[in-house]
């Protein structure tokens, strides 16, 4: 996030409040906000009209962004998939919501509802090909019940062996190589 936008957010100003408070154009400040270095006088009446050190300000391009994740609450966010084990969106939804309502959007997060999307895909696509199956192959017509309890089972193993993992190790076991958010 830019820094112009957190510190505006911060004290709940709109981009028009803040360059009327510091004498510059709206324009100004949705160029900086979109990425533009703020120099000079600008620069000094912005920090001003914010009441931050111009260091505070200014972008500083050497220093890594490190993303900072709750282990605790990740291991919540996949643990709350399996309200959903039963009705797949809400495998889907209460990670997504949760990860979104906490603020905790990473690449682990973003794996656990991209494995939920990709499981209830295939869950689905399985569960209704099942009727053509039983018919293709001559089997029972219970294919449908199977299929169901397996795919209930494997989405437990799937949520409990990350779960594992994200507590030993930090990392998901069970991930895919892209990811649908």
Known sequence: ??????????????????????????????????????????????????????DDLKENKSEPKAEIINYQLTKHINLSSIFGVILPPINILLPWFIMKHKNQVNEITKQIVSVQIFYTIIALVCILSSPFISRWFGVTKQITLILLVVSVIMNLYIIIRNTIELDKNQRLHIKLNFSFL
């Open 1 to 54: 996030m830019n820094k112009l936008l957190k510190y505006r957010e911060k004290l709940n100003l709109t981009q028009e409040e803040l360059a009327e408070k510091a004498r510059v154009s709206t324009r100004t400040i949705q160029r900086i906000e979109k990425g533009t270095e703020p120099r000079g006088h600008t620069l000094k009446v912005l920090t001003e009209a914010l009441g931050i050190s111009e």
